[in-house]
T-cell receptor, first 112, second 117 residues
Framework: QQQVKQSPQSLIVQKGGISIINCAYE??????FPWYQQFPGKGPALLIA?????SEKKEGRFTISFNKSAKQFSLHIMDSQPGDSATYFC???????????FGTGTQLKVEL | GAVVSQHPSWVICKSGTSVKIECRSL??????MFWYRQFPKQSLMLMAT?????????EQGVEKDKFLINHASLTLSTLTVTSAHPEDSSFYIC?????????????FGPGTRLTVL
């Protein structure tokens, strides 16, 4: 019940296209859903996060869509650029809890 | 703001030696710090949670006598890999949770690449 399932495992998108990564969870106690971006040899960097009281959050080219009833959330990267090529992790943690449960990661490659 | 540093960024050691990795929150106080390890092309695996001034809480399967964690101040936590062996070679990453204000946000360090020969 602690798992966060992430798909796809890898994704190739053309420059200017939309990258979409999906995550699903089971634990209804989760109430904080961040997305992290990680470049090779670096630590993860927080991209954007959402709480279940909203269905969408947008920051620049990055948008989280959240479907509470389906227990799913997704990351959309608009106008994808080669510099967006990285591994993306979704995560979740429960209210008042410290631990983040991570998805398995999606390796994104944006081609010219 | 919310910068976390790690030192060293990489280390190579001989089998049987101990290695200490430092994690510092540079511009905020962190009551809670976390230690993860990550194998190539895999997700982050939480090893332990450390709270300032108290003993760390280890995840199931993580040997507390092998991975010693000390969180002596609100800005510093250390992970010591004792009697390191080649199978301990990995990417170790710490994160820190802001003591106040930002709720659940965790900020990650740049990671430490450990290679045990």
């Amino acid at each position: 019940q602690q798992q966060v399932k992430q798909s796809p495992q890898s994704l190739i998108v053309q420059k200017g296209g939309i990258s979409i990564i999906n995550c699903a969870y089971e634990n209804t106690a989760f109430d904080y859903f961040p997305w992290y971006q990680q470049f090779p040899g670096k630590g993860p960097a927080l991209l954007i996060a959402i709480r279940p009281d909203v269905s969408e959050k947008k920051e620049g080219r990055f948008t989280i869509s959240f479907n509470k009833s389906a227990k799913q959330f997704s990351l959309h990267i608009m106008d994808s650029q080669p510099g967006d090529s990285a591994t993306y992790f979704c995560a979740a943690n429960p209210g008042g809890g410290n631990k983040l449960t991570f998805g398995t990661g999606t390796q994104l490659k944006v081609e010219l | 703001g919310a910068v976390v540093s790690q030192h060293p960024s990489w280390v190579i050691c001989k089998s049987g030696t101990s290695v200490k990795i430092e994690c510092r929150s540079l511009d905020f106080q962190a009551t809670t710090m976390f230690w993860y390890r990550q194998f190539p092309k895999q997700s982050l695996m939480l090893m332990a949670t450390s709270n300032e001034g108290s003993k760390a809480t280890y995840e199931q399967g993580v040997e507390k006598d092998k991975f010693l964690i000390n969180h002596a101040s609100l800005t510093l936590s250390t992970l010591t890999v004792t009697s390191a062996h080649p199978e301990d070679s990995s990417f170790y990453i710490c994160s820190a949770r802001v003591a106040s204000g930002k709720g659940n946000e965790q900020f990650f360090g740049p990671g430490t690449r450990l290679t045990v020969l």
